[in-house]
């Protein structure tokens, strides 16, 4: 039964990045049957452990069928970050951030709270997919340069200018805001990964997000004790 909800799941978080009615894209049904069952098996399996035998199973079809589309098995991996960046990954993971960026929020904390929600939102709504690029990162340099590109970097640019704003308020303590960018990215990317990429099954208190919160804020705002070091 989990099995198939995690299907469901990841068709769902799947068809919401790509959009069959995009002409400038043409993906097929059987495109999207075979990316998805790819990422299935990929973030189960790993890549190097599955065949493309078995995502032609399935994804319900033939596996010449997967060669048709795609020359390799490394060619329908990068397909899938290539497929997402050139249809709608990057406007989908800066679209509710762009609206936060561009408010004028009341303090540090607002922001923070509004920054943590909206990306639990989009790392629960996407895991296996996230999963998959996550885990071959390291080996695929090509895959790592791409998704440096089209998402860490503009999203590194426009934060800055957010921490360079607070920096200016007061709120925040003057280091470098690329630092204060890698220590709320550390603490985000840590908790998330742990309980929506490698143990999902963790239970996760309601308190938790709160902490979370208190805890980034407690090392980089004024009234924490590193000011004082």
């Given at each position: 039964?989990?099995?198939?909800?995690?299907?469901?799941?990841?068709?769902?978080?799947?068809?919401?990045l790509?959009?069959?009615?995009?002409?400038?894209?043409?993906?097929?049904?059987?495109?999207?049957?075979?990316?998805?069952?790819?990422?299935?098996?990929?973030?189960?399996?790993?890549?190097?452990?599955?065949?493309?035998?078995?995502?032609?199973?399935?994804?319900?079809?033939?596996?010449?069928?997967?060669?048709?589309?795609?020359?390799?098995?490394?060619?329908?991996?990068?397909?899938?970050?290539?497929?997402?960046?050139?249809?709608?990954?990057?406007?989908?993971?800066?679209?509710?951030?762009?609206?936060?960026?561009?408010?004028?929020?009341?303090?540090?904390?607002?922001?923070?709270?509004?920054?943590?929600?909206?990306?639990?939102?989009?790392?629960?709504?996407?895991?296996?997919?996230?999963?998959?690029?996550?885990?071959?990162?390291?080996?695929?340099?090509?895959?790592?340069?791409?998704?440096?590109?089209?998402?860490?970097?503009?999203?590194?640019?426009?934060?800055?200018?957010?921490?360079?704003?607070?920096?200016?308020?007061?709120?925040?303590?003057?280091?470098?805001?690329?630092?204060?960018?890698?220590?709320?990215?550390?603490?985000?990317?840590?908790?998330?990964?742990?309980?929506?990429?490698?143990?999902?099954?963790?239970?996760?208190?309601?308190e938790?997000?709160?902490?979370?919160?208190?805890?980034?804020?407690?090392?980089?705002?004024?009234?924490?004790t590193?000011?004082?070091?």
């Amino acid at each position: 039964m989990k099995c198939e909800v995690d299907k469901l799941t990841i068709k769902k978080s799947f068809k919401k990045l790509i959009s069959l009615d995009n002409i400038e894209d043409g993906m097929t049904e059987k495109q999207i049957s075979i990316l998805i069952a790819a990422i299935e098996l990929f973030s189960k399996k790993g890549y190097e452990a599955t065949a493309t035998s078995e995502i032609a199973k399935k994804a319900k079809v033939a596996e010449g069928t997967i060669f048709r589309y795609y020359k390799t098995k490394k060619d329908l991996l990068f397909a899938i970050p290539s497929v997402l960046s050139k249809a709608s990954l990057f406007e989908i993971f800066l679209d509710d951030f762009n609206e936060i960026l561009n408010k004028d929020h009341e303090n540090f904390e607002i922001f923070l709270r509004k920054l943590v929600l909206n990306r639990k939102k989009f790392v629960s709504e996407t895991a296996p997919i996230l999963k998959v690029i996550i885990q071959e990162i390291p080996f695929h340099p090509e895959l790592r340069n791409r998704i440096l590109g089209t998402v860490i970097l503009p999203t590194i640019n426009k934060l800055i200018k957010v921490i360079d704003k607070f920096k200016s308020q007061g709120e925040i303590i003057d280091i470098p805001s690329t630092s204060i960018i890698n220590l709320i990215a550390t603490s985000l990317f840590g908790y998330f990964f742990l309980h929506y990429v490698a143990m999902p099954e963790l239970k996760q208190n309601e308190e938790d997000l709160d902490y979370l919160i208190q805890y980034i804020m407690n090392g980089i705002c004024k009234n924490s004790t590193l000011q004082n070091t």
